[in-house]
Nanobody, 112 residues
Framework: QVQLVESGGGLVQAGGSLRLSCAAS????????MGWYRQAPGKQRELVAR???????NYADSVKGRFTISRDNAKTTVYLQMNSLRPEDTSVYYC??????WGQGTQVTVSS
């Protein structure tokens, strides 16, 4: 059984910052790729950022230069630092781990 538990969502004004965390537990290993996806109402879930165990990253074009993904392999925890937030970043953010594991989601709302 694998569990991914997100934290750190909330309401912030445009231009502000938030940091999301995702703690993994259960039968998950530090060599799993992990990442973040998001889904806004009426839209498909989309990739935000991913990180491999070795630290290689990839980002959606819309967040490059504003968001930073990182991970602590010892704790099987992944983070998403979100700066210069925009109203269009408003979504439910989901933690993901290779093996098709998903967290329950955390709401991020950016007010204009």
């Amino acid at each position: 059984q694998v569990q991914l538990v997100e934290s750190g969502g909330g309401l912030v004004q445009a231009g502000g910052s938030l940091r999301l965390s995702c703690a993994a537990s259960g039968s998950i290993f530090s060599f799993n790729a992990m990442g973040w996806y998001r889904q806004a109402p009426g839209k498909q879930r989309e990739l935000v950022a991913r990180i491999t165990p070795g630290g290689n990253t990839n980002y959606a074009d819309s967040v490059k230069g504003r968001f930073t993904i990182s991970r602590d392999n010892a704790k099987t925890t992944v983070y998403l630092q979100m700066n210069s937030l925009r109203p269009e970043d408003t979504s439910v953010y989901y933690c993901w781990a290779a093996g098709n594991f998903w967290g329950q989601g955390t709401q991020v709302t950016v007010s204009s």
